[in-house]
């Protein structure tokens, strides 16, 4: 994605002539990375075994959430960049044979965490 | 064993992955409880020491007396009955697999239906037990491919008028090669049940006598996520009584560890064998004790 912006200054003063300056940066902001697939990579719970009413915690390890995008911009002939990071969070669907309800506690961006009662 | 299933959704991506994990669900506890005085208020305080969770009840196809006034009330006071409808006809005869499959006797099905349909939460509904064993493939009509077929037309009649009830699946566990070909599917199944004695304690343990059939199962493609159960099970009460004992006092520990939901000991005298503890043994000592770290 490229953006092209144009900035016009003026300088007055005793003496001197008007002087007009346009100096174009052209941005582009470009993914460094292609976009991998998302992956599961494990599943673990917190305890082996429950007993009713126990609260069951999952943990689903993941990749390919992060995504690095590099700035670059030109302007009088000279280029600057800026990398930065990341991190869009899939949608998740918990389930599971006993048709208990799960809760998304927390996801960030490695692992997302469900919990349900057992 | 229940198994968790997670999909997530990423740039128009989808991943889905399944894991298992295991809720103990304390047993339940029941008994065929002659012939301690033939009730299970008798075995109850003889034997069990404590109010039974399940009670097992035998009856024919068309016998239109049950459920009895006696067992509405122990489902009132909160027991479960395992009601085991068995193919035989009351005046003779059975109401054969073949038959039942062609919707010969769907009258009757729907008639029994009805009955149990205001008790249908305390009722544990199995069909010809041990469908795998001799005794029912004996009766002509009776074959290993017409058995689901019959399970399936019982429940596709009674299933909507009692709405609620447990049906269960439950072979001797002794015929594997029958077995898989006599299960009706899960659609209509929900628990697995297995009647596992170790009658002269060759077998050596609980654990030892109710592994077998997991491991049966876990092989099987179908099952997965369903309720398990030993709905018959006992030592021959000619065996000594501290072996009796010690043999049940093991049953807890084994019952927790396979994951059974449902313990429930055939106390019997009758032709198939003698299961029944005697009153004031050390075995009823052990039932008592096994019976009171158990579920309801």
């Known amino acids: 994605m490229s953006e092209r912006r144009s900035y016009k200054s003026q300088a007055f003063g005793p003496g001197y002539k008007e002087l007009e300056l346009t100096v174009t940066v052209v941005t582009t902001l470009r993914g460094l990375a292609e976009l991998s697939a998302l992956v599961i990579t494990s599943i673990t719970f917190d305890k082996p075994v429950y007993k009713t009413g126990d609260t069951i915690t999952a943990v689903v390890a993941y990749t390919g959430s992060g995504f690095t995008l590099a700035a670059v911009a030109t302007a009088l002939g000279q280029t600057g960049m800026l990398n930065g990071t990341f991190t869009v969070l899939p949608d998740w669907t918990p389930s599971d044979s006993g048709n208990r309800p799960w809760f998304a506690v927390s996801d960030n961006g490695i692992a997302a965490v469900f919990t349900a009662v057992a | ?296």
């Open chain 2, 1 to 296: 064993m229940s198994t968790f299933t997670i999909s997530g959704a990423l740039n128009g991506q989808t991943a889905t992955q399944t894991a298992s994990f295991t809720v103990q669900v304390p047993a339940l506890v029941g008994a065929y409880p002659a012939p301690a005085g033939g009730s299970p208020a008798a075995f109850e305080t003889q034997i069990a020491g404590r109010q039974l969770g399940v009670v097992n009840r035998y009856e024919a196809f068309d016998d239109p007396s049950w459920p009895s006034a006696a067992d509405q009330a122990l489902m009132a006071q909160g027991r479960l009955i395992h009601y085991c409808w068995a193919d035989r006809l009351k005046a003779g005869g059975n109401a054969t697999w073949t038959d039942i499959a062609a919707g010969k006797h769907d009258a009757q099905i729907l008639a029994k239906a009805r009955q149990l349909a205001p008790f249908a939460k305390s009722v544990l509904l199995g069909f010809d037990n041990e469908m795998d064993g001799h005794v029912r493939l004996a009766v002509p009509g009776n074959t290993v491919a017409q058995f689901a077929p019959a399970f399936r037309r019982i429940h596709s009649v009674a299933a909507a008028a009692i709405g609620g009830a447990s049906w269960c699946w439950i072979p001797s566990g002794n015929n594997p090669a029958n077995q898989a070909a006599m299960y009706p599917g899960d659609d209509v199944v929900d628990w697995i049940g297995v009647d596992p004695y170790d009658e002269t304690l060759a077998k050596g343990s609980p654990l030892a006598t109710y592994e077998p059939f997991l491991n049966w199962l876990s092989g099987q493609s179908f099952g997965k996520g369903k309720r398990v159960g030993i709905f018959e099970t006992g030592v021959d009460s000619n065996q000594p009584d501290a072996a009796i004992a010690a043999w049940i006092e093991q049953v807890p520990a084994a019952v927790a560890e396979l994951g059974y939901g449902l313990w429930d000991w055939f106390n019997s005298t009758g032709s198939l064998g003698n299961t029944a503890i005697i009153p004031g043994s050390r075995a009823a000592a052990a039932f008592a004790a096994a019976a009171a770290q158990m579920g309801p």
